[in-house]
C-alpha cells in the first residue's frame, strides 16, 4: 500500500511539474515591420486558448505591455516607433515580450519638367 501511495504522489507531482512547465504561446502582431506612408491599423492574435494579450506603444526606452488588448490598433508610422505584446493564462509561463517597429516613408519629391 504504501508503495502504490508513494507512486500516486510521484504522478501527481510529475503532472504539476508538467503542467507549471507549459508556456504562453507568442503573440503575433499582425502588421509586420517596415515603412509604411499612412497611418495603418493592426491586431494581435495568439494560439493559446484561453490566453490574455497585453500591450504597449513603444516610442523609446524598455517595453512594459500593461493594456488590455480588445481590439484593432491604430499605428501612425510618424509617431509609434514600435509595438509590443506579451501573453500571459493562469497556470502557464508568459510569453516572451514581442515588438514589431515602424517607421515613415518619406514621400517621394516630385519631379516638374
Do not use: H
Not at 512547465?21 to 492574435?45: C, D, E, F, R, W
Not at 491604430?74 to 516607433?81: G, N
Amino acid at each position: 500500500m504504501k508503495a502504490i501511495t508513494t507512486c500516486l504522489m510521484l504522478l501527481i507531482s510529475l503532472g504539476a511539474a508538467t503542467l507549471r512547465a507549459q508556456t504562453v504561446a507568442n503573440p503575433v502582431i499582425t502588421l509586420a515591420t517596415g515603412s509604411y506612408p499612412m497611418p495603418q491599423s493592426t491586431t494581435i492574435t495568439d494560439s493559446t486558448s484561453g490566453a490574455s494579450i497585453f500591450w504597449c506603444y513603444v516610442s523609446t526606452g524598455t517595453c512594459t505591455p500593461t493594456t488590455a488588448y480588445s481590439g484593432s490598433i491604430y499605428v501612425d508610422p510618424a509617431t509609434t516607433e514600435s509595438i509590443c505584446a506579451k501573453a500571459t493564462k493562469s497556470g502557464y509561463t508568459g510569453s516572451s515580450t514581442v515588438s514589431n517597429s515602424y517607421s515613415r516613408t518619406q514621400a517621394a519629391t516630385p519631379v516638374i519638367t
